[in-house]
C-alpha cells in the first residue's frame, strides 16, 4: 500500500508567479502543503518580463525555457527542448505528474509521465472557449483550441475539475470521460484581533464605517461581469446613498473599467477602485469591511476570493445557475440572483433589508464555503494514492 504523505508530485502550469490568480494560488497551495511531507515542486515558464524571487518560496520550482510573447505579461514555454529539466525531473523519482494547464507545460507533463512509467493528472480549471473568444473574437479557432483541449485530457490518467460545473463545462467540449471533483480551498482564517485589522484598513483605505460596503476581488477583465456589478451599483446609488463600492485588483481591462464607472458620473467617494493589494493582511481587513460580497461572474469555475470572503464571515452575491454559484446555499451561505441588474439589484435591497440575513448567511459562510487547504490537501494525496495504484496495476509485467 501506498502512503499518500509519501508521494512525490510536480505540479506544471504555463504561468506562475509573479502573476497572480486562482489557479497559481491553487497550485502553489498544492506545492505548499505537499512538500512538508514529501518532496513537491513546481515546474513553470521561466520569467521573461518580470522579476520573481523563487528562493522565497518553500518548495522548488523549475523554471523551464521559454519564448517571448506579445501578449501582456505571458510567454511561450518549450519544456519539451529543455535538456536540463528532463533531467531534474528524471532524477527525482517522481510518483506522479500533475497538470494545471492543457497546453505547453501540460501537455509536457502528460508525455513526459508516459517516457517516466508515472501516471499523469489533469485537472480542468479555466472556460478556454471563453479565453480564446475573448482575445480572438473567432468561433472557428476557439472550437480548433477545444477540441485540442479535449485530445489532451483525452491523453492523461486522471481528469480533474474544481467543481461540478467545471466538469460540466469540460463535458460541453466534448471530453467523454470520468472526471473527479476536487474542490478549491483557502488559506485565509479569521484574525485573532479582527477588530484592530478592520480598522487599520478602513484608515488606509478611507471606509466609511456607517454605510453599506459591498466588495468585488478581481482581475479587471470585462468577462468577469465588471459592467453588471458598476449598473447594478448605479441603480443603488440612485436609489439610496447608504451604499458603497470597493473595487480590489488589477488588469489588462482596468483602465476601461474605470472610465465605464466615470462616464456613470457616481457621487464622489461611491464607488472607489483600490487596485491590487499584495499584503494578504490588508487585504484581509477590507473583506472585514465588507458587508457582502459582490461577485457575479459567469466565468470563474470554482472561484477562491469567493472562499476568501466566506472565511471572514463575508458572504458572496453570486449570478444563479454559475459554477460559481454552486459553492452556496441561498440565504444560508450566501446568495444569488439573475444576471441582470434589475434582478441583482432587488436581491441586494432584499438582503440588506431583511433583518438578520446577512449575519446569517455569513457564520453559514465561514462554517461551509470556505474549506481550508489543510483539510483539503489530505484528500488529493489520498487520490493520487489511488491513482498511482490503479496505474501500477495497469502496467505491471
Avoid at 502512503?3 to 494560488?25: C, H, K, W
Avoid at 513526459?112 to 472557449?129: D, E, M, Q, R, W
Wanted: hydrophobic fraction near 40%; charge should be negative.
Amino acid at each position: 500500500m501506498i502512503n499518500p504523505e509519501d508521494i512525490r508530485s510536480a505540479q506544471f502550469l504555463d504561468t506562475y508567479f509573479p502573476i497572480v490568480d486562482g489557479v497559481v494560488q491553487t497550485v502553489h497551495n498544492y506545492a505548499e502543503f505537499m512538500n512538508r511531507s514529501a518532496y513537491t515542486c513546481v515546474v513553470t515558464p521561466k520569467l521573461l518580463k518580470k522579476e520573481f524571487d523563487d528562493s522565497t518560496l518553500s518548495y522548488d520550482v523549475y523554471r523551464t525555457s521559454a519564448v517571448n510573447l506579445s501578449i501582456a505579461e505571458y510567454c511561450m514555454p518549450t519544456p519539451k527542448l529543455d535538456g536540463k529539466l528532463k533531467e531534474k525531473l528524471a532524477s527525482k523519482n517522481f510518483d506522479i505528474f500533475h497538470a494545471h494547464s492543457p497546453f505547453f507545460e501540460g501537455v509536457f507533463a502528460s508525455s513526459y509521465a508516459k517516457k517516466l512509467g508515472i501516471p499523469s493528472v489533469a485537472t480542468f480549471h479555466s472556460k478556454y472557449y471563453d479565453d480564446v473568444m475573448h482575445i480572438t473574437h473567432s468561433k472557428a479557432l476557439a472550437h480548433i483550441v477545444t477540441k485540442r483541449i479535449v485530445r489532451f485530457y483525452n491523453s492523461v490518467d486522471s481528469v480533474w475539475a474544481c467543481s461540478n460545473g467545471t466538469a460540466d463545462t469540460l463535458r460541453s467540449y466534448g471530453y467523454a470521460g470520468d472526471i473527479f471533483v476536487m474542490d478549491n480551498g483557502t488559506t485565509f482564517k479569521a484574525p485573532d484581533n479582527p477588530e484592530a485589522l478592520k480598522e487599520k484598513a478602513a484608515q488606509a483605505f478611507g471606509i466609511p464605517q456607517d454605510k453599506h460596503i459591498l466588495l468585488f476581488v478581481g482581475h479587471q477583465i470585462w468577462h468577469k461581469n465588471l459592467k453588471l456589478v458598476l449598473d447594478t451599483f448605479k441603480m443603488l446609488s440612485e436609489h439610496s446613498g447608504d451604499y458603497r463600492l470597493l473595487i480590489v485588483g488589477n488588469g489588462y481591462d482596468a483602465e476601461a473599467i474605470r472610465k465605464y464607472a466615470d462616464s456613470l458620473e457616481f457621487p464622489e467617494g461611491f464607488v472607489r477602485f483600490l487596485g491590487k493589494i499584495s499584503d494578504r493582511e490588508m487585504l484581509s481587513g477590507v473583506y472585514l469591511n465588507a458587508d457582502l460580497f459582490f461577485f457575479p461572474s459567469v466565468y470563474d469555475n470554482s472561484p477562491l476570493v469567493v472562499r476568501e470572503a466566506a472565511s471572514l464571515g463575508v458572504p458572496s452575491l453570486l449570478t444563479e445557475g454559475s459554477n460559481a454559484a454552486e459553492a452556496v446555499e441561498k440565504n444560508r451561505t450566501g446568495f444569488t440572483a439573475a444576471e441582470n441588474k434589475v434582478a441583482m439589484y432587488g436581491e441586494i435591497l432584499r438582503i440588506f433589508t431583511t433583518e438578520g440575513l446577512l449575519k446569517t448567511a455569513g457564520e453559514g459562510a465561514r462554517k461551509h464555503v470556505a474549506k481550508p487547504w489543510e483539510e483539503l490537501i489530505p484528500l488529493v494525496q489520498e487520490k493520487y494514492a489511488e491513482i498511482i495504484e490503479k496505474y501500477n496495476f495497469e502496467h505491471k509485467d
